[in-house]
């Protein structure tokens, strides 16, 4: 079992950048392909970003494609997300997620999850 924390959210001004991290605990984090969702209020929780194992391949929602990049650093079992350029429709409560064997944009495939950061982008 591998426990998950994230950091770094906050309230930033539209166009500006935030750095997600998520810290794991228990297992070693190579174990896990890794991954962040988002959910706004009055919506569903949305794919936001995935990565391999190895980190040696990413997965990013069209809507996040060219401003956010998700990245990993097993010495440090550590998982971020950078944001830049970022819109009041990024507004939304961002979570880490973990599993073992496989990579999906279903938030019901992913076995493990963070308690959440907020991220509010003022207009």
């Known amino acids: 079992q591998v426990q998950l924390v994230e950091s770094g959210g906050g309230l930033v001004q539209a166009g500006g950048s935030l750095r997600l991290s998520c810290a794991a605990s228990?297992?070693?984090?190579?174990?896990?392909?890794m991954g962040w969702f988002r959910q706004a209020p009055g919506k569903e929780r949305e794919f936001v970003a995935s990565i391999t194992r190895s980190g040696g391949n990413t997965d990013n929602a069209d809507s996040v494609k060219g401003r956010f990049t998700i990245s990993r650093d097993n010495t440090k079992n550590t998982v971020y997300l950078q944001m830049n350029t970022l819109k009041p429709g990024d507004t939304a409560i961002y979570y880490c997620?973990?599993?073992?064997?496989?990579?999906?944009?279903?938030?019901?495939?992913?076995?493990?999850w963070g308690q959440g950061t907020q991220v509010t982008v003022s207009s």
């Open positions: 997620v973990a599993n073992l064997l496989s990579l999906s944009r279903g938030a019901t495939s992913w076995s493990y």
């Open positions: 228990g297992r070693a984090l190579p174990m896990y392909h």
